[in-house]
């Protein structure tokens, strides 16, 4: 008889331990005409850069911006599509943050494969990661969903005020180039079914085709009752091993090969809305 | 100096010889009211599959349907959402071309870096490839664009009548459990910018939610001044192993560090319209 324990019966079987919620703190809503995106940040690997986020949402940056670019199997990218709107107390530059010191092995579930980008990959708190030993770095890395800090040449010349979502296969050659701040937790397809920008790089030529953003808060600064309630998996369990061997040996009667292999950036992380 | 050669340079560097045509006999069209999705056929990779294809397009089959799935950061899906169509000579049943002997090296540009889901990949006539030395097959890969053939749970249930094409990060663990039968080489961006379906991994619901297919002919029936005149960047040149370089080590102004390596689905393979 066929064991084999999917996905679906580990999340089935999940009890609530199984799961966090995400920090309203650090948890932006951005609000577009069909719906909210949900991005949760990662501070502890961009400190300097969630901080300058933070002020920008603080003082209403984002509010009537609007997504600026998509560029197929790549980037969305939103901001201030004329590059003038003023900033209160946000910082013009924020050195970048490609790269931060780890403390502690104790918040790592390294995954068993091997992966050509970096020594090492794995979760840490819900976010899929990567680190050298050697040079005791880690970063977040550019999967799926993944939000990161656009800049010009100099490493120093991004700032938050525009921002991406990754929507195309992980160019996982950004890693350590640019600063990711955080992920998509909820609402991915909004930004990934816009329609592609027809000038050089996906950008969006005329004001028609953007997508306005009504704003973006906090959710720590929205009314409870206003919150998108989500819990994510957490990747620090048994369970969540399971489900990574889940995935790389997957089973059940519509599988005929099993890889024995998964690569980083298609491990699932599940996110559930709470009724 | 800097002597970094782009991808950039080395396409406007290149030269007719670089690039081929693709073949109208095995290249369709799939129309719709947003634009025409360019599919090129691989039937050295499935020939049976490909076939009946080619005999449903032939039958007029696709014609008047509709997509019918669009599931986030994974596939579009068309074919007859009533699953009523009637065959006219198309089998119903093919059997299923996980993998196929290959015959020679001679075609076959290895990627020099590691692959987790595959002993060696690479590029065979401008398609993403994998292959075991040992078994001595090949396969076509799930990488962005790859057109494959929806089944059931049997493996011979497929026929081509509903396809799909990958339009999120890699679903390599499909590989060698599914027909791949070509990929998307124009126009893929109608397909992953559609809305995505609220159904179960992403099937619409309602007849209003799914984008009709105008019609799906060969290139060949096509008149030629109505054909879209495309050519791909040839694999088997030594400008493409410097574009794969270019691009395991990318420099200019704007990197500062270098993965030194590139994954498969990776790999650029441009497709350039002929004025």
């Known amino acids: 008889m066929h064991t084999y324990r999917s996905m679906g019966d580990i999340l089935n079987q999940s009890k609530a331990e199984d799961w966090r919620a995400l920090d309203p703190a650090n ?6 005409e069909k719906g909210r995106v949900v991005i949760e940040l ?8 969630v901080a300058n986020i933070r002020a920008l949402v603080k003082e209403g940056y984002f509010d009537g911006l609007a997504m600026i670019r998509s560029h197929d199997n790549y980037v969305a990218q939103w901001g201030d599509p004329n590059e003038k709107r003023e900033f209160k107390k946000a910082a013009k530059k924020v050195d970048g943050e490609f790269t931060v010191k780890f403390k502690s092995d104790a918040s790592f579930t390294r995954l068993p494969d091997s992966d050509g980008y970096a020594p090492q990959v794995g979760h840490v708190n ?6 050298d030993p050697k040079t005791q770095t880690t970063w977040l890395t550019h999967c799926y969903g993944a939000v990161g800090v656009a800049r010009g040449n100099e490493t120093d010349s991004g700032n938050g005020s525009s921002l991406y979502a990754v929507i195309g296969h992980a160019p996982r050659h950004l890693d350590r180039n640019i600063t990711v701040v955080g992920r998509v937790m909820f609402g ?6 816009l329609p592609r920008g027809k000038a050089p790089l996906g950008f969006y030529e005329t004001e028609e085709e953007r997508t306005p953003i009504k704003s973006v808060r906090l959710a720590a600064d929205v009314l409870e009752s206003d919150r998108t309630k989500l819990v994510v998996f957490r990747t620090d369990t048994a369970n969540f091993q399971a489900l990574i061997e889940a995935q790389r040996n997957r089973g059940g009667e519509w599988y005929k ?6 690569e980083l950036c298609n491990v699932p992380i599940p996110v559930r809305l709470i009724p």
């Open 126 to 131: 819900g976010f899929p990661v990567a680190r």
């Open 42 to 49: 990662a501070p502890e690997f961009a400190p300097k850069n």
């Open 27 to 32: 948890t932006l809503y951005l609000e577009t």
């Open 257 to 262: 090969f099993a890889a024995n292999h998964i």
């Open 188 to 193: 991915i397809e909004l930004l990934a079914s």
